[in-house]
């Protein structure tokens, strides 16, 4: 088996399960991205949020029908493995279990792969016509030397949510989609205010360019409604 699938305790190696996803999640209920792809002279504008009921499909958890303590409101779910109400070690009992290990064992990872994540595609359901994926946009990223595919989805809200993720296996869901460029992406927690710029190549290519100047680039359909402090050095914090 291959290291990078276990936890380290003790000298003993442990795959991580659905408590760790939960509590990885959790961190991410106050969060939210907010994301600047371009294309062939377009931009658009990807604001990420994150729900308790979102992590139940992002474990795989719907597969495991055979668990009938899964069979209800999906954010009480949440909460019961946040407080060990479902016990882990039944969960993983399941006869389905094998089909969503290696998605659990990497999901804790979701928030660095958010972090880090300079590889996005807008997604077109029909270039993959075996899979039933409704998403928007794809992120691919290479974490613990394994692939993995973040699905993004617009809601009701305008805001984007995760709606799917898992390692890849054989299939490469990139193959004919459409890479759009990484033009900015900003962390903000929603309760303190704070923002953390992660990645700001707007700043960086048009320090001396205004944002007229800019807007005309993409055909004046840049889409940031005035949001951003385009002198900000990258990576600084603002409180």
């Given at each position: 088996m291959r290291q990078s699938l276990f936890i380290c305790i003790g000298g003993l190696e442990f795959l991580r399960n659905i408590k760790d996803c939960v509590n990885a999640f959790l961190s991410l209920l106050n969060t939210q991205y907010?994301?600047?792809?371009?294309?062939?002279?377009?931009?658009?504008?990807?604001?990420?949020?994150?729900?308790?009921?979102?992590?139940?499909?992002?474990?795989?958890?719907?597969?495991l029908i055979d668990r009938p303590e899964l069979n209800r409101d999906r954010e009480k779910i949440f909460d019961k493995i946040l407080m060990g109400d479902i016990n882990t070690n039944r969960v993983e009992s399941s006869d389905f279990y094998e089909r969503i290990k290696e998605r659990i064992d990497y999901l804790p990872l979701l928030e660095m792969l958010l972090d880090s994540n300079e590889t996005v595609f807008?997604?077109?359901?029909?270039?993959?016509?075996?899979?039933?994926?409704?998403?928007?946009?794809?992120?691919?990223?290479?974490?613990?030397?394994?692939?993995?595919?973040?699905?993004?989805?617009q809601g009701k809200n305008d805001n984007y949510y995760c709606r799917s993720f898992f390692p890849e296996e054989k299939k490469d869901y990139t193959k004919n989609q459409a890479l759009w460029t990484m033009l900015y992406k900003k962390k903000c927690n929603m309760i303190t205010g704070k923002e953390i710029i992660l990645y700001d190549k707007l700043t960086t290519s048009n320090k001396h360019k205004s944002l007229e100047e800019r807007a005309m680039e993409f055909n004046g359909e840049l889409m940031l409604d005035g949001e951003y402090d385009w002198g900000e050095p990258v990576g600084r914090e603002k409180i």
């Open positions: 907010e994301i600047v792809l371009g294309r062939k002279g377009v931009a658009v504008t990807l604001r990420i949020t994150f729900d308790k009921k979102d992590c139940f499909h992002l474990m795989g958890l719907q597969y807008k997604y077109n359901k029909k270039a993959n016509i075996y899979s039933k994926i409704e998403a928007d946009f794809l992120m691919k990223n290479n974490m613990e030397n394994r692939n993995l595919y973040l699905f993004l989805s």
